[in-house]
């Protein structure tokens, strides 16, 4: 890939619309959750970074961590109370975007059992369970997101994410087409497709075009329909 994971996950892939857009967000609460708010007289510090940087460019480490604090979004929790966790999980993996990273969800387990454990994490919110049989394993939640994210051969990076799921027909990769939404293994943007279709163009011809299936056009179709409704509303 030409970089290590310290610099993919450092590099500035998104504007804050952008990645909200791409996560199926709205612009402000993505924002809270990188960057921290204010109401009132009350100051919140961010979730996923540090500290407040008024940046309003998100790293790919900073989008893929959003991308799990996203499936919490049903939880009737506020995910402020998962901040202390991922500090926590930062200082003792040394890595400063913990959740982009498998080792939480596979071989530290018990490190993220202790994290939950040690702030007092509300049960909706966390990232490992105790199965039936005694063992952890992740949350739902975690493996929602798991099934979405293509981790490197060492795990210390997620190098990819597929909004829909692995094995759907959409992926962003930061290494290619500035991040925006594309085909796996044919590397056309999703864009492209749905303006083709938009015009007027059968989706089997588009899928003849592409070398792809009329499912994974209208698959594509729909996921840029629904994306841009939210951009439209942000």
């Known amino acids: 890939m030409g970089e290590n994971s310290a610099e993919l996950l450092d590099r500035p892939v998104y504007g804050m619309s952008q990645a909200a857009r791409l996560l199926g967000l709205r612009t402000d ?19 996923i970074r540090e500290r407040s940087t008024g940046v309003d460019t998100v790293t790919w480490g900073e989008f893929i961590e ?40 596979t071989s530290g387990r018990e ?3 202790e994290a939950q454990e040690f702030v007092g994490l509300d049960p909706a919110l966390n990232i490992v369970i105790l199965g039936r049989d005694g063992t952890l394993m992740p949350s739902d939640p975690a493996v929602a997101f798991l099934d979405k994210v293509e981790f490197n051969d060492a795990g210390d990076v997620a190098e990819r994410l597929f909004p829909l ?34 015009a007027g163009e059968e989706p089997g011809r588009v899928a003849q075009i ?9 698959q594509v179709v729909e996921f840029e329909r629904r994306h841009g409704e939210l951009a439209r509303a942000a």
């Open 210 to 218: 592409y070398s792809i299936s009329v499912d994974d056009v209208e």
């Open 111 to 113: 490190l993220a059992l």
């Open 29 to 47: 609460g993505l924002r809270r959750w990188i960057d921290g708010y204010e109401r009132g007289s009350t100051t919140y510090a961010p979730v």
């Open 165 to 198: 799921g692995r094995g759907k027909p959409i992926v962003l990769d930061p290494t290619r087409s500035f991040g925006e939404p594309t085909i796996p293994n044919v590397g056309v943007r999703t864009e492209i497709v749905a303006e083709l279709v938009g």
């Open 66 to 105: 959003a991308g799990y604090l996203r499936e919490y979004r049903a939880k009737r929790v506020t995910l402020q109370y998962l901040r202390p966790v991922i500090g926590f999980l930062r200082d003792r993996l040394q890595v400063p975007y913990p959740l982009a990273t498998l080792k939480p969800y």
